[in-house]
């Protein structure tokens, strides 16, 4: 048995625009008169929000990928992980994460929502039947995910 649905990146637009802020907030305290160390501080807190800024668009413009699931385990574009390295799969509003074993954070590559609207009930009662066929337990609960 297997079951492929298409999933993409979740949206990023509260991140971006938390960063947004953060870069508006310190850009009008650098004094390029005054070159000392708060200076390169504020420049290197800068630069971090900026790449966070453009990882998150960037990851937030990516097409969908497929997510098939099987008895072997899931498989997220191109990237197999079986069933005994999974977790927990954890639900948080339309978000979904794969926690894989020993990790306390969910990856980026195993956090997804449904790209399709229409078929996301569908879906995720597929991956939930899934998960407890596989004995793989699903928690609606917030998670923590890096950027």
């Not at 953060?22 to 850009?27: D, E, Q, W």
């Not at 966070?52 to 668009?57: A, D, G, T, V």
């Not at 929502?113 to 337990?137: G, K, T």
Request: glycine share 4%.
């Amino acid at each position: 048995m297997s079951t492929c649905v298409r999933v993409k990146n979740p949206s990023a637009i509260k991140m971006m625009g938390f960063m947004s802020i953060l870069i508006m907030l310190i850009s009008p305290n650098l004094n390029i008169h005054k070159v000392d160390t708060l200076f390169f501080m504020n420049i290197v807190l800068i630069s971090f929000y900026v790449m966070i800024f453009i990882i998150s668009l960037i990851r937030t413009m990516q097409k969908p990928v497929t997510l098939c699931l099987n008895d072997r385990g899931l498989v997220i574009d191109k990237t197999e992980t079986c069933t005994q390295s999974i977790k927990a799969i954890l639900i948080s509003g339309k978000i979904i994460g794969v926690k894989p074993v020993g990790k306390k954070i969910v990856p980026l590559r195993y956090c997804f929502e449904f790209a399709d609207e229409d078929n996301q009930v569908d879906a995720l009662e597929a991956m939930m039947d899934w998960a407890n066929q596989h004995h793989i337990p699903v928690r609606k609960t917030a998670f923590v995910r890096w950027i």
